[in-house]
């Protein structure tokens, strides 16, 4: 038979009503709380019985006046058990005892600080929340790659973040809500009640601890399974056209270097950079980049990013758009030496800058093909 158990604290612990009522039914089972740390609290085994306690908000006396005020509160028959947070916790085992407050006022001083720090806390926290997105936004507003750096630096546990942010406003509106009736009641000099639907609280913090693991799961987890993901796509040649595939000019004993990438991220589950370098006059070379984005919206304005790119780059470039089968969108960029391929089909986008190296023009049904693969 175990003597110690932990359960979850429910959550809205201002609401300490609810929370005295909590330990009052954890007491009636037979089970006393001992002590509490972070989510959780500690109960330790005693008789069942009628026992009654109370919160009081920490820092609302100097310490000689807490001390005065706990040993009045010993001679009505109150012990202290805990601390937990911003509360001290009392409790009662006689039902005759008078109560810890008996003057509205005076309770009210006590919990009016502590309702204005946690307040003050969640609009801070949702402040610093906006900065954070704020941040984030500007970055990719001064972008010049603003739909590639989404792409490529958005992770797990950012997009399951902006999932939950409706979520977690309502939960701000509603703890707000909650603050401002308590305050109202006690301004008015209405006593506090000691009851509270604990079961519901307890569900709420139930499901927002699992989000939060979640969270940290991601946070943590994800970058090593990506690399993980990075390493096995690296050993696995990507579907690509060599430059002695597209160019008769050249031969594969002249490739000096072939440099193979992946940077992958959760919105571009496959994200390959491929470089190829030759010897020879002007040293031909040929940059393929490969996407394959999670959501297919993503795509088009990847793909319409790239040829703007192009555009600022090379101004004197001739584009052409032709039609090809197997591909949605696709630009043809040349200028008197290179040549330039940008090309969506689905979720798949591809780059490739033939730099030297001719040939390009001349596969776009295998570059299709390509895409293809990608899906």
Known sequence: MKNRIRRLIPDNRWDMGMMENWLEDMAAE??????????????????????????????????????????????????????????????????AAPE?????????WLVEKLLKKTRRGLVLSWLFLLGCVGLFALRLLR??????????????????????????????????????????QMAAGFPRTHTGDWKKNRRRAAVGTALLMIFYVLWLGYPFWQLGISSAQHDTE????????????????????????????FLSPIHSDLWETYSGSGEPRI????????????AEPLYVEQVEQVRAAWPEAEFTEPEVPGMDYVTLARTQYNTFLIACRG???????AFGVKGVADHLDDYAAVLAELQ
Not at 68 to 92: D, K, P, T
Not at 100 to 108: F, G, I, W, Y
């Open 238 to 265: 990507p579907p690509r056209l060599m430059g002695y595939q597209l160019d008769p000019a050249l031969d594969e004993s002249r490739q000096s270097s072939d440099v193979h990438l992946e940077n992958p991220s």
């Open 30 to 95: 037979g089970w006393l709380l001992e002590k509490c740390g972070g989510h959780f609290a500690t109960f330790e085994r005693w008789e069942p019985r009628p026992c009654r306690f109370r919160l009081e908000p920490l820092g609302g006396r100097r310490q000689d006046q807490q001390e005065a005020a706990e040993e009045l509160y010993a001679q009505l028959g109150w012990r202290r058990l805990c601390s937990m947070g911003e509360f001290l916790i009392f409790y009662c085992l006689d039902p």
């Open 287 to 298: 940059l393929s980049e490969y996407y394959s984005l999670r959501f297919s919206a993503l």
């Open 347 to 353: 979720k798949a986008v591809i780059y490739v800058g």
């Open 100 to 108: 810890l407050q008996t003057d509205p006022v005076a309770e009210n």
């Open 143 to 184: 972008s010049e790659t603003p739909v590639e750096d989404l792409i490529l630096g958005t992770d797990a546990e950012i997009v399951f973040a902006a999932v939950l942010l409706p979520w977690l406003a309502w939960e701000t509106v509603r703890a707000l809500g909650g603050l401002r009736r308590m305050r109202r």
